[in-house]
């Protein structure tokens, strides 16, 4: 990160606090999708919103998951809403629940206009004590902090002109505003829902559903991202249900410290001028005008990307066996905007997009399976060291070194590994 700069605070989160609210809020966050679509031309909007319900089977409860993971299907300005069920995450499962949605998406001809947008919300069902308030002030600051990086990877318009859909329903305007170092949370939210300029939930990061205790503390915790742009490829949306939730858990981390600052004036200043670059109401239609986000910007806005992707990058970790940081570092690459305007598909940004997600399957044949017996089952304990336990595992299955430390790479990032010096075995940590 460049130029870090924390705020003092007397709330910060010890260690070992910091260690219990990263366990739980893994354990018990769910991000769910509404993804807004319109209907081909020529078709009427009730028509095509029967169709896709049909076919989608909605739940209509939250807990219920249903055939397909919907909650339900219901009216839009931009047409209709697909609202998805957050689920526990794992990349695998989440990916063919979003393959399926958008298989029937593009079946009935649906159209991700301008008018459309991609939002995600992370709820935390079954939360019985409030979240730390420094938490939020630091996923709150970590948004502010990179936001253009963020609007620039999640946009997903078709012209150099229109990267991105216009700001009236994803605005910065009150975001950039106001600030944890000077305010609590709390009053953060009141200002918000005070504000005229821009309606509480159409907010770039929309705190609307958050719940105070008198202590300032958070109960519920519901937030609401609100600026990616309508997107129809599952890898896509999967991975960044799992940007949000590394920004979450990163949050936790940075509460240890104090709360993460926006940066230096002048970067600051900066970043506010590619966010209304990028974020604006003057482009045709419903889009925003562009034009000046030149070669060069784009290759600032990139750089920024990265630097969050950086940052983020140890919470990955966290996520087995799941391809997500690959994905996401491609989309920081070259967002999806940039491939539709390089005349892409959404089948061919999905086909380039899975391909950074298919997960090498060395070390699952019948060898691979025996390799993951003898260590569940610690047939192989009481080696003196790793080393000569790696002799011993490569001997016992007739491997070469070589092959075995390939075949234990897998196991790493699929169950994750580590030697026990009490066992004198390899055991798995998940």
């Not at 990028?278 to 630097?307: C, F, K, M, P």
């Amino acid at each position: 990160m460049k130029d870090p700069i924390l705020f003092n605070r007397k709330d910060t989160l010890p260690p070992a606090g910091a260690g219990y609210w990263k366990d739980l809020l893994y354990r018990v966050s769910k991000v769910g999708a509404e993804i807004e679509v319109a209907p081909q031309k020529g078709v009427k909007r009730p028509i095509f919103e029967e169709a896709i319900r049909q076919d989608l089977a909605p739940s209509g409860s939250l807990e219920r998951l249903g055939a397909n993971g919907v909650l339900d299907v219901k009216t839009e300005h931009s047409g209709i809403e697909v609202r998805v069920i957050g689920r526990q995450p794992h990349f695998l499962a989440l990916q063919r629940q979003y393959q399926t949605i958008m298989a029937v998406l593009k079946k009935h001809g649906a159209r991700p206009r301008a008018t459309c947008g991609l939002h995600f919300h992370l709820l935390t069902p079954g939360l019985a004590e409030p979240v730390p308030e420094i938490i939020l002030a630091n996923l709150w600051n970590l948004t502010r902090r990179y936001a253009p990086e963020l609007k620039f990877m999640t946009g997903s318009g078709n012209k150099r002109e229109a990267l991105c859909r216009r700001r009236n329903h994803n605005s910065h305007l009150e975001m950039v505003r106001h600030t944890p170092g000077a305010m609590t949370m709390a009053q953060i939210q009141q200002k918000l829902k005070e504000s005229r300029p821009v309606p509480e939930h159409q907010n770039f990061l929309n705190l609307e559903h958050l719940g105070f205790t008198k202590e300032g503390a958070i109960l519920p915790f519901h937030l609401e991202f609100r600026f990616p742009d309508a997107d129809l490829s599952p890898t896509s949306v999967t991975a960044k249900t799992f940007l949000f939730l590394a920004m979450l858990l990163k949050a936790v981390d940075l509460s240890q410290y104090g709360v993460i600052h926006v940066g230096k004036i002048s970067p600051w200043r900066r970043k506010i001028e590619l966010l209304n670059m990028l974020s604006n109401n003057n482009g045709n239609l419903a889009t925003s005008d562009t034009r000046a986000v030149t070669d060069d910007i784009i290759e600032e806005l990139r750089q920024g990307a990265y630097e969050l992707l950086d940052l983020l990058a140890p919470l990955f970790d966290r996520f087995i066996d799941n391809p997500a940081l690959d994905v996401l570092l491609t989309l920081a690459e070259t967002p999806i905007s940039l491939l539709r305007c390089a005349g892409y598909n959404w089948d061919e940004i999905e086909s380039r997009l899975a391909q950074r997600a298919a997960l090498d399957e060395v070390g699952l044949d019948d060898t691979g399976r025996r390799l993951m017996q003898r260590i569940e089952l610690g047939e192989w304990a009481n080696q003196p060291s790793s080393d000569a336990w790696q002799w011993h595992a490569a001997r016992e299955l007739y491997l070469t070194p070589q092959d075995l430390e390939r075949r234990l790479e897998r196991l790493q990032s699929l169950r994750g590994l580590r030697w026990d010096e009490r066992q004198g075995t390899m055991v798995f940590t998940s």
